[in-house]
């Protein structure tokens, strides 16, 4: 009878907590990001109300969803050395050791090719070259765009257009340029606003600690915070000026006069968004704005509701 070796016992004995790592690497918060592959469908429900097409969609999701994970592990891989030096990042998986380096970029080298794959066999083409374009956008992002300044904002709004018109292949509908204006202005509206908290967290760190608000986050030394509120101001406007219109004036509120009904939602959203942002300091993590503020989380609901209501019945 032969036993198992200490190496192989350690190996047996981590596998779990090396899977839930992995897991966490994959970022499972960062999930409502690409929700907004569901956009298309969602303003085009007097259209495609077919439950073939929200199954469809539903899985184009979850593929966006491991190309996506997948490029946080790489960038985890990349910053971890600035990552220990930060509060709140230093607790991510690689960067705190519980994941191995090795483990997570053999994770990514099956499961890109693999989601690519089934993205090819199982969807149209435009589809297939809008994950290709997403996934060689985050890797370019996380290889040398997000030290660009001002250009990796745009980087990063140009990742949220390419989910919302992954989401219109899916079901063979043409890109609107409304929800695509739309879409990018809102994405940069939420960079410009992560950007900003992320400067205030790391003067709060150079108070304190001493050190350079670029430490932890090199592009942050290019950045001021006059700077930041004034891009602010002037995407958040541009963003309220151009949704504004387009229920208005665009095909689709002229055929669903009550899509006027779902401004105030827009409205109120951005509102709270920079009062957490300026008054509560929380506008690093988006995705906790999302999910954890209760009346930012109701707020969206009710705008979902409010959509679905005038595209079917307005």
């Given amino acids: 009878m032969t036993g198992t070796t200490p190496l192989q016992q350690k190996v047996k004995t981590d596998l779990p907590s090396v899977a839930v790592a992995l897991l966490k690497g994959m970022r499972p918060k960062q999930l409502p990001k690409n ?21 469809q969609v539903s899985y184009a999701f979850v593929l966006f969803c491991v190309l996506s994970g997948c490029v946080y592990l790489l960038n985890d891989a990349i910053d971890a050395p600035a990552d220990r030096l930060h509060p709140k990042k230093k607790l991510r998986p690689i960067a705190s050791g ?5 483990v997570a970029l053999a994770f990514v080298a099956v499961a890109v090719p693999a989601a690519l794959t089934m993205a090819w066999l199982n969807f149209s083409a435009n589809f297939f070259w809008s994950a290709v374009a997403y996934f060689a956008l985050t890797v ?14 745009m980087a990063v709004a140009a990742g949220f257009v390419l989910r919302a018109v992954a989401g219109t292949t899916v079901i063979t509908v043409p890109s609107s340029q409304w929800l695509l204006i739309c879409t990018g202005l809102l994405a940069l509206f ?19 600690n001493g050190g350079t608000v670029g430490e932890t986050r090199k592009i942050l030394a290019f950045y001021t915070l006059p700077l930041l509120d004034q891009m602010l101001t002037i995407v958040a406007t541009s ?53 954890k503020d209760r009346p930012m989380l109701a707020n969206v609901l009710l705008w979902i509701v409010a959509v679905v209501v005038s595209v079917i019945w307005g």
Avoid at 276 to 284: A, M, S
């Fill in 35 to 55: 929700a907004l592959l569901f956009a298309g469908l969602l303003f085009t429900l007097d259209k495609h109300p077919s439950l073939a097409d929200a199954i």
């Fill in 98 to 102: 519980r994941l191995p380096v090795n």
């Fill in 140 to 153: 370019a992002y996380t290889f040398g765009l997000k030290h660009l300044v001002i250009v990796d904002v």
């Fill in 190 to 208: 939420i960079a410009l606003a992560k950007r900003r908290g992320e400067y205030s967290q790391a003067q709060e760190t150079v108070l304190s």
């Fill in 239 to 291: 963003c309220l000026l151009t949704y504004f219109l387009y229920a208005f004036q665009s095909e689709t509120g002229r055929n669903h006069p009550y899509l006027l009904a779902t401004t105030p939602f827009v409205l109120y959203g951005l509102f709270r968004y920079l009062y957490l942002l300026h008054v509560e300091n929380k506008g690093d993590a988006p995705e906790e704005i999302l999910l």
